[in-house]
């Protein structure tokens, strides 16, 4: 499915309805405004604020997916500042969690794309999906140890934050959706490359 999110950030912010364009299915699909304010607790798919915020984690993400693989291979000094910022994305990646856990999603499993809005299944489709991935990958787990007074060697720490490297699979389905397919393929071929280069660089250190 492809969603023109600021398109409907904007008839969202007008009231109006906005009509997609589905690339499965029979043809163009809607995503009503509700009027009446049911959902005010929940966020809508094409949120452009979510949006955001997505493109924020995904940042996060790309400094794991670099650094993690860092670490676990060398051990390096782990000054106060960079112990907070990392705090810092554990938290963001906690709070993206409780986001996920209320933000609707479109529904194409039966080729009719469908804007699910219904609490119910919102949970229950990020319980048994991604949150399966993220809690793990979120848990602080040196403090727990820290707690029961256990000693953990950092690169232990390390591989039980990898799995947060999966969420790289968020941004391709966001590139997807732009319209210039070429330069987001050169981009993950790119992406990938360096990813591939960069793991396999520090594993040959562990």
């Given at each position: ?133 993220d809690f ?31 969420r790289l ?28 280069v960069h ?8």
């Amino acid at each position: 499915i492809k969603v023109a999110h600021d398109d409907a950030g904007r008839a969202e912010e007008k009231g109006q309805t906005f009509i997609g364009e589905a690339v499965i299915g029979d043809g163009p699909f809607t995503f009503p405004v509700d009027p009446t304010g049911k959902y005010f607790s929940l966020i809508t798919p094409e949120s452009l604020k979510k949006e955001i915020w997505d493109w924020i984690v995904i940042l996060f993400v790309f400094y794991n997916s670099f650094y993690i693989p860092f670490a676990i291979a060398f051990e390096p000094d782990y000054p106060m500042g960079q112990a907070v910022f990392d705090y810092f994305v554990d938290i963001c990646f906690a709070i993206d969690i409780f986001l996920s856990f209320n933000t609707g999603y479109v529904d194409a499993s039966d080729f009719k794309p469908e804007r699910v809005m219904d609490a119910g299944r919102i949970r229950s489709n990020y319980f048994w999906g991604w949150f399966m991935i993220d809690f793990p990958a979120t848990f602080p787990f040196e403090l727990f140890f820290l707690m029961l007074g256990i000693k953990v060697d950092l690169q232990v720490l390390g591989l039980l934050k990898m799995p947060r490297l999966l969420r790289l699979s968020k941004l391709m389905k966001k590139l997807n959706k732009f319209k210039n397919a070429d330069l987001v393929q050169l981009f993950v071929i790119f992406f990938g490359l360096v990813f591939i280069v960069h793991l396999t660089g520090c594993l040959m250190f562990i």
